[in-house]
């Protein structure tokens, strides 16, 4: 089992950065694949990032290429997503995912454990 909890989350003007923060316990934190969602209202949930156990391979949506940085600290058992140039078109719910693999994935079905989620808002 796998608790994961988001933090970060917040209400930013365009342009604006903000960093999400999910800190997962209850399994060997480097041997899990983690990732990124969103949900807006009235859509379905999207991937946003992911990045492997190691932390060597990571992936993004096109959405965000260039924009949003996922990283994770082993050591803390944390995983980020770093935020930059926010658009109005970001805002939603973001939810932190687990694996129990080390491999990442693009498919929400792939993950077995999920946070609650955290709100982020951007304003233009």
């Given at each position: 089992q796998v608790q994961l909890v988001e933090s970060g989350g917040g209400l930013v003007q365009a342009g604006g950065s903000l960093r999400l923060s999910c800190a997962a316990s209850g399994r060997t934190f480097s041997s899990i694949a983690m990732g990124w969602?969103?949900?807006a209202p009235g859509?379905?949930?999207d991937f946003v990032a992911a990045i492997s156990g190691s932390g060597g391979?990571?992936?993004y949506a096109d959405s965000v290429k260039g924009r949003f940085t996922?990283?994770?600290d082993n050591a803390r058992n944390t995983v980020y997503l770093?935020?930059?140039s926010l658009?109005?078109?970001?805002t939603a719910v973001y939810y932190c995912?687990?694996?129990?693999?080390?491999?990442?994935s693009y498919n929400a079905?792939?993950?077995n454990y999920w946070g609650q989620g955290t709100q982020v808002t951007v304003s233009s």
């Open positions: 969602f969103r949900q859509k379905e949930r391979r990571t992936a996922i990283s994770r770093q935020m930059s658009k109005p078109e970001d995912a687990a694996r129990k693999i080390w491999a990442l079905d792939d993950y």
